[in-house]
């Protein structure tokens, strides 16, 4: 039984592995007997991440790269094949809202930065879209492959004031859904595409938008809790099996699926 759940000897590609949910995803995976490649986007997170990968189990590997540069994740994906000979999983966590995509209450849409709402889709979707691009390729090659995708609470309904990463996490649900379609159709059903989308999770990205400096609640995570029938924020840890869980052969006729990890949000109106 513990068999189909298992990732041990899996090379996993994680990105955003210097991250809250990229890094706990890492090193779980690690710690399961994955060989985990961390993708981290500075030069000094480099060693730290290798070293807490190391802690855990495998043999971990980590490279700096921006998830928005293909050229890049071209010749990191080819590195990563050769090393290992193959590759299993790609997990994409990096990502996170840009403040100047925000509607705050006091402000006009047309007050919204364009810029940065092409930077949060560029950050968010093609931060998504171009390692599956780059990667799927390789599993179509070798014949099999998992993708995990990451999703938001901000693509189901519409949340107030995350205009552009409402919206960039709305195209990667939809392209998940797409892509998962695409190669099980040409490529076989060794191929599969799911996401996960996570509720709340205290982060770097929203950690002042959900906390006071005092730890207590915001005016906006009141309503979150409000809304979440568990009433409490997701432990980061608590990611780790439902992405294991989508990346182990237990999932083997699960494609195209986006499995909401929030206490209950998704399906709660509220009232
Ligand atoms: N924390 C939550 O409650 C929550 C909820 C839903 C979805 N998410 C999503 O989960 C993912 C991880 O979020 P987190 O809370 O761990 O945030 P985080 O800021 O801790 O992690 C994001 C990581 O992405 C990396 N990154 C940013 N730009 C990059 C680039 N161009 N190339 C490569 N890496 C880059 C950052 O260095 C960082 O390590 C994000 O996609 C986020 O949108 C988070």
New binding site residues.
Partial sequence: MNEMFSVAGKVAVI?????????SLARHFASQGADVVG????TE?VSETLESLQACGGNPQVYE????DAESLKAIASSVKDSYGKVDILIN?????VKGANVMPDQNFWDMKLEDWTKVLD??LN?TVYPCYVFSEIFAAQGFGCILN?????AYDALTRVAG?GAA?EGVSNFTRWLSAELAIKYGDKIRVNAL??????????RAALLNEDGSLTERSVKVIAKTPMRRF?DLTELNGAAQFLCSDAASFVTGVVLPVDGGFSSFSGV
């Fill in positions: 990105s955003g592995a210097a991250g809250v949910l990229g890094g993708l981290v986007h500075r997170q790269c921006n998830v928005m966590v990096a990502g996170g809202n950050l968010n931060g990451i999703s938001s609470m901000a990463y996490k989308a996570p509720g709340f999770f205290i982060g770097k990205q929203n997701g």
